[in-house]
C-alpha cells in the first residue's frame, strides 16, 4: 500500500533537515532547483529515513509536492 504525504520543499538550504508538522513533511535540501536536482535530493533524504522506495505523484515543478512512500504499513 502506498502512503501519500504533502512535502513543502526549500531548496538551496544550508543543511538537509526533515521536519514533520500536522499537516505536511518540511524538507530542506542543499541542492538548487534546477535539472531536477532537489527532487532527487528530496527522493534520496525521504527514501534513506523511511528505508523505502519513494516516489514524486505532483509537484514536479513546485514545491509543494505529494510524496508517495510503497509499500508502507500502517
Keep these: 500500500m502506498n502512503f501519500p504525504i504533502k512535502v513543502v520543499v526549500k531548496p538551496n538550504s544550508k543543511k538537509q533537515r526533515i521536519e514533520f508538522l500536522e499537516d505536511f513533511c518540511k524538507v530542506d ?36 509536492k505529494i510524496i508517495d512512500v510503497c509499500d508502507m504499513k500502517l
Excluded at 528530496?42 to 515543478?61: C, E, R
Aim: glycine share 2%.
Design 29 to 64: 535540501v542543499k541542492e538548487r532547483a534546477e535539472n531536477n536536482k532537489a527532487n532527487l535530493a528530496v527522493i534520496k533524504i525521504l527514501s534513506k529515513y523511511f528505508k523505502k522506495q519513494v516516489y514524486i505523484k505532483s509537484g514536479l515543478k513546485s514545491k509543494i
